[in-house]
């Protein structure tokens, strides 16, 4: 295994942490502080320029893992606009929010807790 892949795969972890954990003033700020920060940015580029050399060990699943977070949150952060147009729709866009944040954050924890275990992320994430 490439310890330079196994490295980068940490730093991208730590990048996508940098801007989460920048937000930390509320968990609805994690997620657009995920999204907008520009380490998180630049990871998510890193993970595509980078994923073919992980493609086929074990490292893969956790590319995967890191650009699906990146797009899922991106999705969450859509629907929130969406919802905070109306009036009724800003409560909900608030917990959708926090929520997002959270599982931001989880994600975040969970792959470098898995990747300093050498062990891959599931399949299905």
């Known amino acids: 295994m490439d310890e330079g892949l196994v490295m980068l795969t940490f730093l ?6 940098i801007s989460a954990f920048s937000g930390l003033l509320s968990p609805a700020f994690v997620v657009t502080a ?18 073919g050399a992980a493609r086929g060990t074990w490292l893969e699943s956790h ?18 606009l969406l919802l905070a147009f109306t009036v009724i729709g ?6 959708i929010a926090w929520f997002a944040g959270l599982w931001v954050l989880y994600r975040i924890v969970r792959g470098w807790l898995r990747l300093s ?9």
């Open 90 to 95: 800003i409560p909900v866009a608030l917990l």
């Open 63 to 80: 590319f995967r893992w890191q650009i699906r977070t990146f797009w899922y949150a991106f999705l969450w952060v859509t629907i929130v």
């Open 117 to 125: 275990d050498r062990a891959p992320m599931p399949v299905t994430a």
């Open 12 to 17: 991208i972890y730590g990048l996508h942490g």
């Open 34 to 51: 995920f999204l907008t920060g520009w380490p998180s940015i630049i990871a998510v580029i890193i993970n595509y320029v980078k994923r």
